[in-house]
């Protein structure tokens, strides 16, 4: 039998609770570091749950069989809010990250670093290594990649989120990474997760393209279970039938993700269009659906990009999503996080209605 406690207990109030524990006859054991997860075992009566059910430091009582996830939302658990330097993500803060598909060249990723820092978001994204789906694409620049993401975060303050294909690169990638990014490819790679999972760096992952929502949720229990509670789910879209866009996005998903657990949920418009021109209103649907942030590719000379440059779009397009999505989620009280946000790029840009 497992119990759930009530979140940041101290020890002086834990320490009444375990002693309860062993008088009614069970042994106890935490399953998780946040010390929530309580795996009661042995002697113990089960007439004596409804001692622990009426406990004020008790949430719920989960009977064995009974689905005990540390992704769940509890009946007392709040949203997770992950910090990816100074954006917040989840609850009523919307955060965005932007940036080219690939690091291709310092020159232009310092370029673009600052494009989507004028509009005032403050994560940059860029992959350095590349999960391609032929061996003969391009496959990222890998540590010298990296080396340009670590520069470019020097030079402009920007925060960075990179993705790690092999769990030998997790800590490499963790060095340069404010936001360590498993992809689709990646998301049943149960080594990568276990070891994004012993690092200290909020975590974005994809939805596996063929995926379940429970299989996605899975996957996110391997990281929260190897002791990272700084999980980011993101919807990126499904493959279907029709190629008309690239991916499906599920926005279905993304409704249901936001009752089904606590961790913030946010949308790849990019990647479930495939194409420039449906990048802004995928993304206001996944916004509508609740989604708590965007991922957005973006180019400054999409015919020549090294990979995704069809799907990119544009600075000024960036500034225009940027401004929909304030109004949008104003529309259920929630707010953008753009801490770096400058008065004069705020107003400005609150002039352009959405088309
Ligand atoms: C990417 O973000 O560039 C990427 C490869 O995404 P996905 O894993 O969603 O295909
Ligand atoms: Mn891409």
């Known amino acids: ?48 749950w409804a001692r622990l059910e009426g406990h004020p430091d008790v949430v719920e009582v989960i009977a064995p069989g009974e689905p005990y996830e540390l992704y769940a939302r509890g009946s007392d658990s709040p949203d997770t809010v992950v910090e990816v330097g100074d954006v917040s993500i989840g609850g009523e803060s919307v955060g965005v990250a932007a940036g080219p598909c ?7 990723l310092l370029r673009l670093a600052r494009g989507v820092q004028s509009c005032g978001v403050s994560i940059l994204r860029g992959g350095a290594y590349k999960p391609r789906t032929s061996p003969y694409s391009f496959q990222g620049l890998g540590v010298v990649g990296l080396e340009m993401l670590a520069a470019v975060r020097a030079e402009t303050g920007i925060s960075i989120v990179t993705e790690v294909l092999d769990p030998r690169d997790v800590e490499r990638v963790a060095e340069v990474a404010d936001w360590i990014q498993v992809g689709t490819r990646s998301a049943t790679n149960f080594p990568l997760l276990t ?14 393209f063929g995926a379940t929502v429970e299989e996605f949720l899975l996957s996110a229990e391997y990281v929260l279970n190897a002791g990272n509670a700084q999980v980011v789910l993101c919807e990126r879209g499904i493959r279907s039938f029709d190629s008309t866009t690239r991916n499906l996005l599920d926005v279905g998903a993304v409704a249901h993700l936001a009752a089904a657990t606590h961790l913030p949920v946010i949308v790849d418009p990019s990647h479930a269009a495939g194409r420039a021109d449906l990048v802004r209103p995928i993304a206001r649907a996944g916004l509508a659906a609740g989604a708590d942030g965007l991922l957005v590719e973006v180019h400054d000379d999409p015919a020549t990009a090294k990979s995704d440059g069809e799907q990119a779009i544009s600075i000024d397009e960036l500034r225009a999503l940027i401004q929909e999505t304030r109004e949008l989620i104003a529309l259920d009280g929630r707010t953008l996080s753009l801490p770096n946000e400058t008065t004069s790029a705020s107003n400005e840009s609150a002039k352009e209605p959405i088309q």
């Open 1 to 48: 039998m497992l119990v759930r406690l009530r979140h940041g207990l101290t020890s002086a109030e834990l320490d009444p609770l375990l002693t309860l524990c062993h008088d009614l006859g069970f042994g106890t054991r935490f399953l998780d570091d946040g010390r929530r997860l309580l795996e009661l075992s042995g002697e113990g009566d089960q007439a004596h």
């Open 195 to 208: 070891e994004v999972g012993r690092m200290n760096k909020p975590v974005l992952l994809k939805r596996g």
């Open 102 to 108: 690939s690091v291709e060249d310092y020159e232009r």
